[in-house]
T-cell receptor, first 109, second 115 residues
Framework: GQSLEQPSEVTAVEGAIVQINCTYQ??????LSWYQQHDGGAPTFLSY????GLEETGRFSSFLSRSDSYGYLLLQELQMKDSASYFC??????????FGSGTRLQVQP | GAGVSQSPSNKVTEKGKDVELRCDPI?????LYWYRQSLGQGLEFLIY????????KSGLPSDRFSAERTGGSVSTLTIQRTQQEDSAVYLC?????????????FGEGSRLTVL
């Protein structure tokens, strides 16, 4: 089967940098995605890594190590609006995306 | 349409009743997914349609749950004889093809409350 592990909660202050880790177990791995979800809202796509290394998109970066079955989402210059839940998700085989249980990020002033 | 559209946005029903939830994906998207999310929890996969292929129903929790996709577009998720544990937000998503980019476009969800 497939499984993903990510921390349940992370707290950080405005302007800081925070890293949300994700480890996964799956067969037929294609790539790792990250989604953001504000309370009461729909999940929205942030990034996708199929190859090892760091992908940067503005304040957000995502990293993947296929050999370690590990990835992380890095959020820089945190803003209050970044308070949300963040989900990692794996693409594997012909299966639908499998999501982790989510990390609730609370940004404090 | 501009995005994935789901209806109803909220549904309150009594235990034992049947409910239908509708999803209208983004035009041209061949893949359609249903997920379920309980309060404060992750997304639980239910069913996946890809083009004309047989759907992946491996996530449906019981035979009370079924889904169809007509004409490769609109999808309906049906829950028969609802139970209180069915209460959740049901999220529909679509993508252009399968999983190549890992990017799904989600609707706002249908919040189901079973009394």
């Amino acid at each position: 089967g497939q499984s993903l592990e990510q921390p349940s909660e992370v707290t950080a202050v405005e302007g800081a940098i925070v890293q949300i880790n994700c480890t996964y177990q799956t067969s037929g791995f294609y790539g790792l995605s990250w989604y953001q979800q504000h309370d009461g809202g729909a999940p929205t796509f942030l990034s996708y890594n199929a190859l090892d290394g760091l992908e940067e998109t503005g304040r957000f970066s995502s990293f993947l190590s296929r050999s370690d079955s590990y990835g992380y989402l890095l959020l820089q210059e945190l803003q209050m609006k970044d308070s949300a839940s963040y989900f990692c998700a794996v693409s594997a085989g012909r299966r639908a995306l499998t999501f982790g249980s989510g990390t609730r990020l609370q940004v404090q002033p | 349409g501009a995005g994935v559209s789901q209806s109803p946005s909220n549904k309150v029903t009594e235990k034992g009743k049947d409910v239908e939830l509708r999803c209208d994906p983004i035009s041209g998207h061949t893949a359609l997914y249903w997920y379920r999310q309980s309060l404060g929890q992750g997304l639980e996969f239910l069913i996946y349609f890809q083009g004309n292929s047989a759907p992946d129903k491996s996530g449906l929790p019981s035979d009370r749950f079924s889904a169809e996709r007509t004409g490769g577009s609109v999808s309906t998720l049906t829950i028969q004889r609802t139970q209180q544990e069915d209460s959740a937000v049901y999220l529909c998503a679509s993508s252009r093809t399968g999983q190549i980019t890992g990017e799904l476009f989600f609707g706002e969800g249908s919040r189901l409350t079973v009394l």
